[in-house]
């Protein structure tokens, strides 16, 4: 039972990574653009932890964290270099 719900739920979060992919691409600014691509780490995250749920090992969630922490560190980054031009001061 968990296994089909973590089928469909894997189906599901692989279509919004797939939509974002297109916002990604068609994006009419820059803001929109850098939001997909947080989005896209989001969506990422939670196919991580779905397999982990799926394989029942949290060697998988491990990484979720660390891909977690890494996608916020660069959408920092890419807004920072939005508004000022440079990452680093």
Known sequence: MIATACTIALGVVGA???MN?????IGPDV???VLALDTMVINAIALI???G????TTM????????AMVGFVTTV?????LLRGNVIE
């Open 60 to 67: 998988y969630f491990e990484a979720a964290l660390l891909f």
């Open 21 to 25: 992919l297109y916002r990604l691409a």
């Open 49 to 51: 932890v779905l397999v």
């Open 77 to 81: 980054a890419f807004c920072k270099y």
């Open 53 to 56: 749920i799926l394989y029942g």
């Open 16 to 18: 919004a990574l797939l």
């Open 31 to 33: 803001t929109d653009r």
